[in-house]
């Protein structure tokens, strides 16, 4: 695998050598940009592991789930260059959305068994990428970061949201990190209310 570059500044960022992922993919989904594609890789890493655990147990009240959650991992999986991963969620979806519980339970364990390899070999990955990568230190996120965050949510302006969240998570904080944690979390599902509310308050 090859290393992904940034194309403004013609340097060349940490090699993805990550098994299951195809970096010739991404690559030309993201246009080299190193840094969207390690938030995606991040989002994936702390979200995939709820759905995996939502396909343990298919059974015939739970296809209609099977089905939904399959096709998310689909769409996830997609966007990390995780082709195999897609493929078998894909296979998964079909099957679940036709009724076949015979079917979506066999797909379903070998699924969620590579699904997980992935996500810790993602996990790994990154964990030796931060080590080697230490950010800047600061006591307590920026109250102009956070209002340009709040703006964006206000207005649903994507661009804004993600500039003021680069920025956030660009910082290790002696005290505030656990509220970065969660406005990633609040943004990945579009809960801008509650991140407005919130930043509201704290502001």
């Not at 013609?10 to 938030?39: C, M, W």
């Not at 769409?75 to 079909?94: K, Y």
């Not at 993602?122 to 340009?148: C, F, G, H, T, V």
Request: aromatic content about 4%; charged content about 30%.
């Amino acid at each position: 695998m090859t290393d992904m570059t940034l194309d403004k500044e013609g340097s060349q960022e940490p090699a993805i050598d990550i098994p299951g992922i195809d970096i010739k993919t991404v690559k030309a989904r993201y246009g080299g940009d190193f840094n969207i594609y390690l938030h995606i890789l991040r989002t994936y890493a702390s979200s995939t592991p709820k759905l995996i655990d939502k396909l343990r147990d298919v059974a015939e009240d739970t296809l209609r789930d099977c089905t939904i959650n399959a096709h998310s991992l689909k769409g996830s999986s997609a966007n990390i260059g995780a082709e195999q991963i897609r493929a078998a969620a894909s296979e998964l979806e079909t099957a679940a959305r036709g009724g076949d519980l015979k079917t979506a339970s066999r797909l379903a364990g070998p699924l969620v068994a590579s699904a997980e390899t992935l996500v810790a070999d993602i996990a790994a990955w990154l964990a030796d990428y931060d080590s080697k990568n230490r950010k800047q230190r600061m006591s307590s996120p920026d109250p102009e970061i956070l209002l340009k965050l709040r703006q964006g949510c206000e207005t649903y302006d994507i661009s804004s949201i993600d500039s003021a969240m680069d920025e956030l998570e660009s910082i290790e904080y002696e005290d505030g990190g656990d509220l970065v944690a969660w406005l990633r979390e609040k943004v990945d599902v579009m809960e801008m209310e509650e991140v407005v509310e919130r930043l509201t308050n704290l502001l």
